[in-house]
């Protein structure tokens, strides 16, 4: 974990710091998000449209869809950033270990797209899941974006989940938390400057206050079992911990790990304390969709 923190200190933490990082992070040309050949020779791939937006189904080889318990997962890049190998490797573990058919949404990333864009895309991917049991899991903005989607469905009254998987969630956009300041310090990755204005473009006009785009100051109660998954080297850290809090308060079964020393999602890197983390997520999804065993 620390060999990778450096790395990212040298490569990465720079263009975050840069108040004119945003222009780099918002134009540059997005990659592919269909998944990599080291994932489709062991799991089946495959993709329909919902909503405009590709969203792919990873599952087992044989398996049909529709036919196992659910567990979406939205990807993290700070909203400008698409799907990227690491969680393509999450996701595939998920799907062969469990025997869950995981679904993908691709959602639209800024500047050409919206969070309104991305919470209808949400709402239609888990509306389409049925009676199926589900579970939703995000990391990052797409941990942000989850928590988002799973208010949003209690809002409407929707099926309940049967549980929420965050790690290291972006949870206020405005990054107001006056304990971001240290945290900051002590992040060898990420950086508010660059971020600022990536926020205010991705919530085209909401408040960043604002529920719909911050899940910190949305409603907590009524919200399925949270689980939450940060390291004490990450920007998202106090805010994560903030969540816990608000969550407890309004009676929601909460469990937050901390991991000392650790960066930035650190369940998706190729690192001991990763591994051993992303183990013990996917024996809590199992166990909370009954697949375990």
């Known amino acids: 974990m620390g060999a990778v923190g450096l790395l990212m200190r040298v490569t990465r933490k720079r263009r975050y710091a840069d108040p004119d990082g945003a222009g780099h992070l918002l134009g ?7 998944p990599p050949d080291e994932v489709t020779r062991r799991v089946d791939v495959s993709t329909e449209q ?45 799907a062969l270990e469990l025997d869950v058919e995981v679904l993908v949404p691709i959602y639209g990333l800024a500047p050409q797209h919206t969070a309104a864009e991305a919470r209808a895309l949400c709402e239609a991917v888990l509306d389409g899941v049925g009676e199926r049991p589900c579970w939703l899991s995000g990391d990052s903005s797409g941990a942000g974006l989850a928590l988002v989607a799973t208010q949003a469905r209690v809002r409407r009254g929707a099926p309940a989940l049967r549980g929420l998987t965050l790690l290291a969630p972006w949870l206020d956009l405005a990054m107001g938390n006056p304990e971001l300041d240290a945290a900051e310090a002590r992040d060898p990755w990420l950086a508010r400057a660059a971020l600022r204005e990536v926020a205010r473009v991705w919530a085209d006009g909401t408040p960043l206050d604002d529920g719909l785009v911050s899940p910190l100051f949305g409603e907590m109660a009524g919200l399925p079992p949270v689980d939450l998954w940060v390291g004490t080297r ?5 805010d994560t911990v903030l969540l816990a809090e608000r969550l407890r308060a309004a009676g929601v079964d909460v469990t937050l790990h901390e991991a000392r020393g650790a960066i930035h999602v ?24 009954g697949t375990a065993g």
């Open 28 to 34: 540059r040309p997005k990659g592919p998000s269909g």
């Open 266 to 289: 650190f369940p998706l890197l190729p690192v001991p304390e990763g591994r051993a983390a992303a183990r013990a997520i996917r024996s809590r999804i199992a166990d909370g969709l």
């Open 50 to 94: 919902v909503a405009g937006f590709d969203v792919h189904s990873v599952r087992r080889p044989g398996t049909p869809r529709g036919a196992r318990p659910v567990v979406v997962h939205l990807h993290g890049g700070a909203y400008v950033n698409e799907i990227v190998a690491q969680h393509w490797t999450f996701v595939a573990d998920l």
């Open 234 to 238: 990450d920007l998202t850290h106090p």
